[in-house]
T-cell receptor, first 111, second 110 residues
Framework: DSGVTQTPKHLITATGQRVTLRCSPRSGDLSVYWYQQSLDQGLQFLIQYYNGEERAKGNILERFSAQQFPDLHSELNLSSLELGDSALYFC??????????FGPGTRLTVL | TQLLEQSPQFLSIQEGENLTVYCNSS?????LQWYRQEPGEGPVLLVTVVTGGEVKKLKRLTFQFGDARKDSSLHITAAQPGDTGLYLC??????????WGAGTKLIIKP
């Protein structure tokens, strides 16, 4: 158990819909990262927040957005969903530049 | 754009064999991390190497950081079925961001 929690574990929705994925970082970790992993592929970095502020942006689509709240939990919002958005979405947290601790992921299926 | 290339992309070997996985770039990294991801789970950090030429051992796993800090390797001795997983390398760039490789999918057959 990494200490990072993600909900929901599974999500099935239809094209065009909007979903919200939630992440609670490890206690004390200020940084939260979001990644997308398609089947049998590596991690695609989406976005990083540090103590409520956006720190870095990766290959995040304009249809996707995220935020980190004062209690440090984070949400990733995916809208106008397409079939190709089906993937595992991981959240990770870290104290600073150290090891990233990953949550169990949310498996999103868009039908 | 900095890239980390991992090779091979896929490797399937018998239990007891040795193997090496490579992580290469044309860019210099201040440190490099190796993670292992098992099916249905998030990646877990195995090791961080920081100094050029550094070698770290974790039981049957040996990690090496290239002298120029542009490449790294992971060598597994006498592989076991429990070593099966996706091995990911990630290098820290000058902006303190992690650049991720695409991963090596390793299957160890009993």
């Amino acid at each position: 158990d990494s200490g990072v929690t993600q909900t929901p574990k599974h999500l099935i929705t239809a094209t065009g819909q909007r979903v919200t994925l939630r992440c609670s970082p490890r206690s004390g970790d200020l940084s939260v990262y979001w990644y997308q992993q398609s089947l049998d592929q590596g991690l695609q970095f989406l976005i990083q927040y540090y103590n409520g502020e956006e720190r870095a942006k990766g290959n995040i689509l304009e249809r996707f957005s995220a935020q980190q709240f004062p209690d440090l939990h984070s949400e990733l919002n995916l809208s106008s969903l397409e079939l190709g958005d089906s993937a595992l979405y991981f959240c990770a947290s870290s104290v600073g530049r150290d090891e990233q601790f990953f949550g169990p992921g949310t498996r999103l299926t868009v039908l | 754009t900095q890239l980390l290339e991992q090779s091979p992309q896929f490797l399937s070997i018998q239990e007891g064999e040795n193997l090496t996985v490579y992580c290469n770039s044309s860019s210099v990294f201040s440190s490099l991390q190796w993670y292992r991801q098992e099916p249905g789970e998030g990646p877990v950090l195995l090791v961080t190497v920081v100094t050029g030429g550094e070698v770290k051992k974790l039981k049957r796993l040996t990690f090496q950081f290239g002298d120029a800090r542009k490449d790294s390797s992971l060598h597994i001795t006498a592989a076991q079925p429990g070593d099966t997983g996706l091995y990911l390398c990630a290098g820290e760039d000058s902006n303190y961001q992690l650049i991720w490789g695409a991963g090596t999918k390793l299957i160890i057959k009993p």
